[in-house]
């Protein structure tokens, strides 16, 4: 009489599963500073690979040391091209003025610098507030930007009107980079940039 086939027992799936995906699909970028959600995303990446993959999306790890999705929901959104183009015009101040640095290498101590909202170069040029009133920023939505900034998981929110940045701007940095050359993204309004979006029952899924 021939054996009985063993079935292999289906993995159990990651504690955070439920909290991290619903963090993750709206465009958060995990970090240390994320706690548990993090230690479990490093403890158990091949899992979560598989899982997030089975749902259409792509887990990356930056080697700046976090996670974030990339996958078939990725959308068009006015609020994340908004983050984007804010973070273009801080960065290209840092690139105009690194020759003051004695390092000359901005990039480098970002996470140690803190910025204040009062010092921000976005409206101080013409140029600068023509972008910025093509996405329809003015000064008074600023805060509003970096409420959005932070849910992504790219700034701390610091006191006195305050804010420093988390790993995860080192894929803005890089988002940037790939855009800066291109003349029509900032108004065009059709750049994906980071934001993911799940079918309904995507969640649904993973609960029961």
């Known amino acids: ?12 799936l990651p504690e955070r599963l439920i909290t991290v995906f619903r963090a993750m699909r709206g465009g958060r970028h995990i970090s240390r500073g994320d706690g548990q959600d993090y230690l479990d995303l490093e403890r158990r990446t091949a899992l979560y690979e598989h899982v997030f993959g089975a749902l259409g999306y792509v ?3 930056h080697n700046q040391g976090f996670f974030y999705l990339e996958g078939a929901g990725a959308v068009r959104s006015d609020r994340m091209r908004a983050a984007l183009l804010f973070l273009l015009i801080l960065f290209q101040e840092l690139e105009e003025r690194k020759f003051q640095r004695q390092d000359r290498a901005w990039e480098r101590s ?11 170069p976005h409206f101080q ?5 023509s972008l910025m009133a093509a996405i329809e920023l003015d000064e008074s939505k600023v805060a509003q930007v970096l409420t959005s900034l932070e849910r992504l998981g790219v700034i701390r929110l610091l006191p006195d009107a305050q804010f420093g940045f988390l790993p995860p701007v080192y894929r803005f940095i890089d988002l940037c ?3 800066a050359d291109d003349p029509n993204w900032g108004a065009a309004g059709d750049v994906v940039i980071v934001e993911t979006k799940p079918e309904a029952d995507e969640e ?5």
């Open 204 to 208: 649904t899924e993973l609960e029961s």
């Open 125 to 129: 040029t013409a140029q600068r507030r």
């Open 1 to 12: 009489m021939p054996e009985a086939e063993t079935v292999a027992p289906l993995p159990e």
């Open 177 to 179: 980079m790939k855009y």
């Open 110 to 120: 970002l996470l140690r610098a803190t910025f204040k909202v009062t010092d921000l």
């Open 59 to 61: 887990l990356k790890h």
